[in-house]
């Protein structure tokens, strides 16, 4: 391959008691220069649910469980990605668009399949533990579809950053730090629902914001 042009091409491959997938990938990265990297990405990945997606069927208000014999079905997704690298000594700012089709999800409120989606750009900004201090500040956007339809993980989008520091507080007995740590996250929130199995009858009154999204804001400071 060229000078500055690099790729790899493999395959992997995952087998469960119920299902079994086959999964190529590929990738090519070009540096532009010193700071610069462009890459590229595509492959088919496959994951397993949590348990209690196979062992409970959930409705809205009530959890059964569901003694069966289970078979672990693989969710398989296609993905692809577009990427760019500028990096520096210490620091590192990676953004990324990135495509992934899922063909067959289980469907919220029927035995059937369906297709979903989700499509968006992503930035994160990294500096590597130096001058005793770090950081990373990521951002997102991005949408998720099923059927066209959006999906209850639909947030759009998400913000998070860390960062923290750390002081010499030694002296002449003991040997000493001193750090400190701050996370930070905001988010928008899950679309709640109702499966129209349960339209027929409401268990409770809904507020009239009860479809709207509730972003979600978080802090965490840590002193050490």
């Known amino acids: 391959m060229g000078k500055g042009l690099n790729g790899y091409l493999g395959v992997s491959a995952a087998l469960t008691s119920g299902d079994q997938s086959v999964e190529p990938r590929l990738g090519m990265s070009l540096d532009l220069g010193e700071k610069n990297v462009i890459s590229l990405g595509a492959g088919i990945y496959s994951m397993l649910l949590n ?3 196979y062992y409970f069927n959930a409705g809205y208000g009530e959890i059964a469980f569901s003694p069966r014999s289970i078979q672990y079905d693989l969710i398989n997704s296609y993905r692809g990605t577009i990427a760019h690298d500028l990096i520096s000594q210490s620091w590192n700012l990676h953004t990324e668009l990135f495509y992934y089709y899922f063909p067959e999800v289980n469907s919220l409120i029927s035995t059937d399949k369906e297709q979903a989606f989700t499509s968006g750009v992503s930035t994160q900004l990294q500096k590597d533990f130096s001058g005793n201090a770090y950081l990373n500040l990521g951002a997102s956007w991005f949408t998720a579809l099923v059927d066209d339809v959006q999906n209850y993980y ?13 002081w ?3 002296n002449d007995a003991k040997d000493r ?5 701050f996370r930070g996250m905001y988010q ?4 709640p ?3 129209s199995a349960f339209n027929s009858f409401q268990l409770v009154v809904l507020p009239a914001d009860f479809y709207d999204q ?5 802090f965490d400071l840590r002193v050490v």
């Open 51 to 53: 348990p209690y997606n």
């Open 188 to 191: 928008g929130g899950f679309r």
């Open 214 to 218: 509730r972003a979600y804001l978080r």
């Open 177 to 181: 730090r001193l750090s400190l740590d």
């Open 193 to 195: 629902y109702l499966s």
């Open 154 to 166: 639909d947030t759009q989008y998400s913000l998070t950053l860390s960062t923290g520091k750390e």
């Open 168 to 170: 010499d507080v030694s």
